[in-house]
């Protein structure tokens, strides 16, 4: 076995427990009943057709339901049909004794709330990464680990960056596994721009990476307001999962503004492997607003903004895109 299937065989199993949770929330929800339907067909019990969106692909990811050549209707095979919709049907005992019993007893010994079924009644019931973070134990906790997580694939990701040439920009860059490895590669200095709670236990780094308090979405936080400070280009890893998709084409309106060369988005992308639809979904349950981009759309909007793409492609196995835009005039 090679490394690769050595890692796709501990992900199959990994990540299996996000698609179950998205099957054991449809069957619990009695979905499948009310196929073949668009999101919008479905927003008098789920207002956030988004959510709904990103929930089916990750169930279609998993071959149980099926995307329609029309783009928006979700539907299910004749014999699916005959195993998940239905009184008494399959669905039935998943969504019951499964869901219901099952899972929770397993693996939190109680019963405790399907945080899906109870954001996709309520969508504006969501935290976001702000809320969470306002807990310095909850960041510290989540950025460890991330950090150890992000220290692979930064390598790729610097290695991929179209040779910067001066000062770059991480939004939501954490603990800077990303930028630290961009600032080794190249040779260049990076700001992070995260949370307080977040960079305030970030582990040291040497000069080349400097942490900031600042808020991604508000530009007047970011250091090249206070600065002066020129960037030659922007890493957005994950960002874009983590905030409002009302925003996304603004922040690069915003990182166009201030001159940047390049841009270059790291993220779960709709249709990019098998887990990429399962992840957007873990994001899409805390993060207000969050809205699954694939990577057509996503270089649509760089390019909006007069960045030609250059490169987009798989950055980690079946889960993330890497896209990166650049524009010749920075003016
Ligand atoms: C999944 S982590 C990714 C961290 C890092 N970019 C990486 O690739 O390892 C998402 C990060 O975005 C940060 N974040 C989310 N919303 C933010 C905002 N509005 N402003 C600044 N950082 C934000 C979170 O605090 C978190 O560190």
Redesign the pocket.
């Known amino acids: 076995m090679s490394l690769a299937d050595a890692a796709r065989t501990i992900n199959a199993t990994a990540y299996g427990y996000i698609s179950s949770w998205a099957l054991l929330t449809a069957a619990e929800q009695r979905v499948f009943d009310r196929l073949p339907a668009a999101s919008s067909d479905l927003s008098d019990t789920y207002p956030d057709a988004d959510l709904v969106d990103t929930w089916f692909h990750t169930l279609a990811a998993s071959g149980l339901v099926e995307h329609e050549s029309d783009g928006d209707t979700w539907s299910l095979t004749d014999d699916m049909a005959k195993l998940l919709s239905g009184d008494n049907s399959y669905a039935d005992y998943l969504g019951g004794q499964i869901m219901q019993q099952m899972t929770p007893r397993l693996m939190s010994g109680s019963a405790e709330q399907n945080v899906l079924a109870q954001v996709l009644a309520d969508p504006e019931s969501r935290r976001?990464?702000?809320g969470w973070?306002a807990d310095a134990d909850e960041?510290h906790a989540?950025?460890s680990s991330?950090?150890a997580?992000?220290l692979g694939?930064?390598k790729a990701l610097a290695a991929a960056l179209p040779d910067p040439t001066g000062r770059v920009l991480?939004?939501?860059?954490?603990?800077g596994?990303?930028a630290r490895a961009i600032a080794k590669r190249h040779g260049i200095d990076v700001d992070v721009?995260?949370?307080a709670t977040?960079i305030d236990s970030a582990p040291p780094a040497d000069s080349t990476v400097t942490f900031h308090d600042?808020?991604?979405?508000d530009p007047s936080t970011w250091p090249t307001s206070t600065d002066s400070v020129r960037y030659d280009g922007a890493?957005l890893?994950?960002?874009f999962?983590?905030?409002p998709g009302s925003e996304h084409d603004r922040l690069l309106g915003a990182l166009a503004d201030r001159g940047v060369r390049w841009i270059a988005v790291?993220d779960f992308m709709v249709g990019g492997g098998t887990w990429a639809a399962a992840w957007s979904l873990q994001h899409a349950v805390f993060v207000p607003g969050h809205t699954s981009r694939s990577s057509d759309e996503v270089n649509a909007m760089l390019q909006r903004h007069g960045f030609t793409p250059v490169s987009t492609g798989p950055l980690v196995d079946e889960m993330t895109t890497l896209t990166v835009g650049v524009r010749s005039s920075t003016e």
């Open positions: 976001g990464y702000e973070f960041a989540y950025q991330q950090y997580g992000s694939p930064a991480d939004l939501g860059g954490g603990w596994a990303i721009v995260d949370f977040v600042g808020n991604a979405l890493v890893s994950y960002l999962s983590s905030i790291h």
